[in-house]
């Protein structure tokens, strides 16, 4: 029941790759690859609906399907996606407003069934690379999960069928391989790295009124003419190859509740992701080598698709081989995908490393040609203009993470700090500093600067609670403890003399207490044992 993966044979490889010379390795790796594939089609068919349509079934999805209109959108990016290159055209459909494929209704209880499986519980997060989404996966939520499965089975399943005659001609070859509920908040995860999803054909499905949220919608690379983010109202699905790049856009106020699902055929192995996935296993388990060859194995498979390289080069990267990924990279850039902003991005935190500043900046202003929200790019330029001296360019980047629609707290957090230290002395100062700590108030470091602000001030009582405090975030016996504590010090002393608290002290005792008032009984204890 297996087909043939699709070389594409016309497609050069790269000079460095070996892997495809050793054909006992290479076929060992492919079986391994479609292992993995049965593997996830068993976990799969485990979690969610697959199977045959029923009398009642096949009513229901011809009575939604029959009056269906579907727009369509081409995708021109380059490279390709890593799988079924040839079998699966780059476009995605879309139901259009007038025919969604969910009533308001439907979408309204779900989100009900969401919102009251967590109560008054903060949602669990779902990490996507630099960013971090409230959301949950649908068969950890019963309620969620049955709905769900039913709807699989009546529309979804039925929906890519007619979509992709050709590469699902029955929904019985169909399977989920995961589904999740997202919900959008500036507060609780704006948006989603850029990524391709872990299936070979993905639907999102929008779950609620755009107009309950500014921004949003979801952005793929490649789409033509003005259309860069396709938008939807409450119940419209897109269909599309789950290997097409895309991410979920920052929104900008409200909240905006998606379904995200990833589908396998369980006819089609998809060996290039099964590789990467069993390359990042191999590295998980401590045997690089095994990892790097399944790396180059995908790539020999399919040399244009750049997600291999990124992963290859980030296992060389992460086992001290600095030089060879940087040419992976290099080539990357070179031949696959020039507009690569993941690319663009690791190869500039390479140069960085490399202390090649100019290397990085163009790099890192290339990943933001292609994401212009992307955060980490630009804490990249900000650190290369701290080294080369230059405020004025570190202190635009800060500005332009603190402008972000999609920046993380951990990213607020240390650009509003940055703002602050640069501006020490002045008024602004402050206010940074307390930015910072709104957006992550178990940080030291915007914790320790604004007392020291607060002590250049004089304001003294201000300042002993933030180092208070702060040496409570430290961890115990740290650097930054010793730090804290010894600035608590020296301040609390100046506080005792200023407040005029010195002349009233008669016995060694009694400075003892009044200092351990001041200062805390655990700071004073922390410090006693410093001394020892
Ligand atoms: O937020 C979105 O629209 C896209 C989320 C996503 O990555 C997906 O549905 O696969
Ligand atoms: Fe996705």
């Not at 709905?147 to 001609?169: D, I, S």
């Not at 990833?262 to 296993?281: A, D, I, P, Q, T």
Request: aromatic letters at 10%; charged letters at 25%; one cysteine or more.
């Amino acid at each position: 029941d297996t087909v043939r993966p699709s070389v594409s044979l016309s497609s050069k490889l790269p000079g460095w790759l070996t892997v495809q010379n050793d054909r006992e390795l290479l076929s060992d790796l492919m079986n391994q690859a479609r292992q993995r594939h049965h593997e996830a089609i068993q976990k799969a068919r485990a979690s969610y609906f697959h199977g045959p349509a029923t009398e009642l079934s096949k009513k229901e999805s011809e009575k939604s399907l029959e009056s269906q209109i579907l727009d369509e959108y081409e995708v021109h990016a380059n490279g390709k996606i890593p799988d079924f290159d040839t079998e699966l055209e780059r476009r995605l459909f879309v139901t259009n407003e007038e025919t969604p494929l969910f009533s308001e209704q439907e979408c309204q209880d779900v989100v009900a069934k969401a919102e009251s499986h967590f109560g008054d519980q903060p949602w669990s997060r779902l990490p996507s690379g630099q960013y971090d989404v409230a959301g949950f996966w649908i068969r950890d939520v019963p309620s969620v999960h049955e709905w769900f499965n039913k709807m699989l089975q009546e529309r979804l399943f039925p929906l890519l069928v007619k979509k992709f005659p050709h590469f699902v001609p029955d929904m019985t070859d169909l399977c989920v391989d995961n589904a999740y509920v997202f919900k959008y908040t500036p507060e609780t995860g704006r948006r989603t790295d850029v990524h391709t999803d872990s299936g070979c054909l993905s639907f999102t499905i929008s779950l609620n009124k755009n107009d309950e949220y500014q921004g949003g919608g979801t952005w793929f690379e490649g789409l033509e003419g003005d259309t860069e983010v396709i938008e939807m109202n409450i119940g419209q699905c897109t269909v599309r190859p789950g290997g097409v790049k895309h991410c979920g856009h920052a929104i900008k106020e409200g909240t905006r509740y998606i379904i995200g699902g990833f589908c396998m055929s369980n006819s089609k192995v998809e060996y290039v992701r099964m590789l990467l996935g069993l390359g990042s296993e191999y590295f998980s388990k401590g045997d690089v080598e095994k990892s790097k060859q399944a790396f180059e194995a995908a790539i020999a498979l399919n040399p244009d698709f750049d997600g291999s390289y990124s992963n290859l080069a980030d296992v060389l990267t992460k086992s001290g081989e600095r030089k060879k990924a940087r040419e992976v990279l290099e080539y990357c850039l070179k031949e696959v995908n020039p507009q690569s902003g993941e690319i663009a991005y690791s190869l500039g935190a390479n140069y960085l490393e490399n202390k090649d500043y100019e290397k990085v900046k163009t790099c890192m202003l290339l990943a933001l040609e292609s994401d212009d929200s992307d955060v980490d790019a630009m804490e990249a330029l900000a650190e290369v203009y701290a080294v080369q001296k230059d405020a004025d360019a570190e202190a635009k980047w800060y500005h332009r993470i603190v402008e972000t629609p999609g920046a993380s707290d951990t990213a607020l957090c240390k650009a509003y700090c940055n703002l602050g230290v640069m501006s020490e002395g002045m008024e602004e100062e402050i206010e940074y500093y307390i930015k910072a700590i709104e957006y992550r108030p178990d940080r030291f470091a915007p914790r320790y600067s604004l007392g020291c602000a607060y002590a250049t001030k004089k304001e003294y009582e201000q300042a002993i609670q933030h180092f208070r405090h702060a040496a409570g975030l430290a961890e115990d016996n740290s650097e930054e403890q010793q730090q804290a504590l010894q600035t608590l010090y020296r301040v609390a002393s100046l506080h005792l003399q200023a407040s005029g608290a010195m002349a009233s002290i008669t016995s060694q005792a009694d400075a003892v207490q009044k200092f351990m008032e001041v200062i805390g009984k655990e700071n004073y204890e922390r410090l006693a044992s410093l001394k020892r």
